[in-house]
């Protein structure tokens, strides 16, 4: 008999406490080339001992911590493919997507759009006014893709570092 294997595709859930370290490994992956922390280490060098990497790292435990029901993984066969976290600030009515990422072999599928949608959806369920978001002048697809999933852009930032 002839058994051709089922084609998948990733499915969005809520984040489990034992996905941390896929998270992470997946942030470390795609982050190159379009984090302030690592701009900051080329602006600098190593500082303190501690590279971007471990910087970067770091940003995905304080966003668990802050917020781990605002926090979705997309998943493939039991691989961890695509995340993204939320914050709240209930006060302003306010969402705010900290970071974002997609395994390259999954990239320009529309994954990242799904993952933005799926905390959209979940801002509105918490009763929220509105929702943002930023990228780095250097990510030239999160400048394409926010604007396609509905932000408009309101403002730039410079940022400045000094060695002490
Ligand atoms: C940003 C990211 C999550 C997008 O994931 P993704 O699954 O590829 O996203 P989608 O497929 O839904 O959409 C990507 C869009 O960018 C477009 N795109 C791809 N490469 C591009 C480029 N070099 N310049 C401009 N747009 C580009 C795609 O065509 C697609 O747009 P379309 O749907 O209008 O065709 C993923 O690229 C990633 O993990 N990047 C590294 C980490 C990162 O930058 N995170 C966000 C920090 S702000």
């Known amino acids: 008999m002839h058994v051709t294997r ?3 595709h ?11 370290e896929a998270v992470k490994a997946l942030t470390l992956q795609s982050f190159e080339g379009v984090t302030l ?3 900051v280490e080329g602006a600098l060098g190593v500082l303190n001992s501690q590279d971007w ?3 970067k790292s770091r940003h995905i435990d304080h966003d668990v911590a802050s917020n781990p029901g605002g926090l979705f993984v997309a998943e493939q066969e039991g691989r961890i493919v695509g995340y993204i976290t939320t914050e709240l600030d209930r006060d302003a009515g306010k969402g705010r997507i900290p970071n974002l990422a997609v395994a390259s072999d999954f990239r320009g599928r529309g994954l990242g759009r799904k993952l933005i949608e799926r905390a959209l959806d979940y801002f509105r369920g918490e009763g929220l006014a509105y929702a943002m978001i930023e990228t780095m002048d250097q990510n030239t697809i999160g400048q394409h893709l926010y604007p396609a999933c509905g932000f408009v852009e309101v403002a730039r930032q410079i940022h400045f570092a000094l060695r002490l």
């Open 37 to 39: 922390e690592q701009n």
């Open 10 to 20: 990733p499915f969005i859930r809520l984040f489990k406490p034992t996905d941390l």
């Open 53 to 55: 990497r471990w910087r």
């Open 6 to 8: 089922m084609l998948t």
